[in-house]
């Protein structure tokens, strides 16, 4: 929906921006799943409302900090941005963050060509899950 993107922002307090429908889209997904106690399950949530992919939340009890890994996806998720915000708004105070992303490495990119990756953006054969296992 794109109609109703207004209500639901003015509904839940999340200010006017000029973000494109997508990120609209998954800050609002974001913050009618952060409304409750902040656990690792709602972190998780809102990281895959933003991420649209499978994430595991990593704990480091020692040194109070948790690490958020992006496993289902390659690359850095499109609104990074606002989903960072989001978790220093909800995690508790006292917890340091940080986060994983998966890349295309040589092992996945050497089963092709040079001029077969000749035909992609330097982005693109980091982030193509195209590129991922030699498909």
């Given at each position: ?18 973000n494109d429908i997508q990120t609209r889209r998954e800050n609002i997904k974001a ?92 982005d693109e054969i980091r982030n193509s899950s195209e590129l991922r296992g030699g498909?």
């Amino acid at each position: 929906a794109t109609w109703g993107l207004d209500k639901w922002e003015s509904m839940l307090g999340i200010s006017k921006n000029n973000n494109d429908i997508q990120t609209r889209r998954e800050n609002i997904k974001a913050k009618m799943r952060s409304r409750r106690t902040t656990s690792i399950k709602v972190i998780k949530n809102i990281c895959e409302a933003y991420s649209n992919g499978i994430v595991e939340i990593i704990v480091n009890y020692s040194d109070y900090s948790f690490v958020i890994d992006f496993v289902g996806n390659i690359g850095v998720p499109k609104a990074f941005a606002e989903l960072d915000k989001t978790i220093e708004e909800i995690k508790p105070c006292h917890l340091a963050h940080s986060y994983k992303f998966n890349y295309n490495t040589h092992a996945d990119l050497s089963k092709f060509t040079h001029e077969q990756l000749a035909n992609y953006t330097h982005d693109e054969i980091r982030n193509s899950s195209e590129l991922r296992g030699g498909k």
